[in-house]
């Protein structure tokens, strides 16, 4: 909580209260986004030069507007332009 943005930007609410055990999930949520960062580390350091440069051009021919980040309509585009059966995963949860 000690971040510049908590401490000089924030806004200065005081009637906002905060329900018991926010920070204890917002640590949760970074420990579990080191530990895919991590795993995805480890992956990607056992692919060979040419199967990063094939998942590369993978990804960005779905990043259709080039920003590094692909949304739930790039996906479900490549997916369609692969004619590829959509999965029964729920993409906008």
């Known amino acids: 909580l000690q971040h510049e943005w908590i401490r000089c930007r924030a806004p ?3 009637t906002v209260s905060l329900q018991a055990g926010i ?3 917002l640590r949760a949520f970074q420990s579990q986004h080191k530990m895919k960062k991590a795993a995805l580390h480890i992956i990607a350091g ?3 030069e040419e ?3 094939v998942l590369r051009q993978t990804f960005e021919a779905l990043d259709a507007n080039g920003d590094g980040f692909l949304t ?3 996906l ?11 999965p029964m995963l729920d993409l906008d949860a």
């Open 46 to 48: 056992q692919l060979s």
């Open 76 to 86: 479900r585009d490549g997916i369609d332009k692969a004619h590829l059966r959509r």
């Open 51 to 53: 199967k990063i440069k």
């Open 23 to 25: 920070v204890d999930n």
């Open 72 to 74: 739930v309509t790039e």
């Open 12 to 14: 200065r609410a005081t």
